[in-house]
């Protein structure tokens, strides 16, 4: 599968690693009602996915120390976005898509 942001081309489980480890400043965070949220956006169409995280009203410290797992999780959701609607054919997690 071909990375959204640069050329890279690899499976689905390494190029979840790439987004987190190469592109991370993709993922934002924004107030959203009394907690904090992370925003993805696909770079093909535009289309933003938003979570709030309840955790963070309460721990001010979270989103800090949970910013991995974070950056994971939106990568994640930006994945399933490009392959439910960027993609013909959904890959199997290791193989690389031409």
Not at 11 to 36: M, N, P, T
Not at 69 to 98: G, K, Q, R, Y
């Amino acid at each position: 599968m071909r990375c959204p942001y640069c050329e890279a081309e690899l499976g689905i489980r390494a190029l979840h690693a790439h987004l987190a480890d190469e592109h991370a400043d993709q993922i934002r965070s924004e107030l959203f009602l009394d907690s904090v949220a992370y925003v993805v956006t696909c770079p093909e169409c535009g289309e933003s996915y938003r979570r709030q995280m309840r955790k963070s009203a309460k721990d001010s410290e979270f989103v800090h120390e949970f910013e991995r797992d974070i950056t994971l999780v939106a990568f994640d959701m930006l994945i399933n976005h490009l392959l439910a609607e960027h993609s013909a054919s959904s890959p199997s997690p290791e193989s690389p898509v031409p």
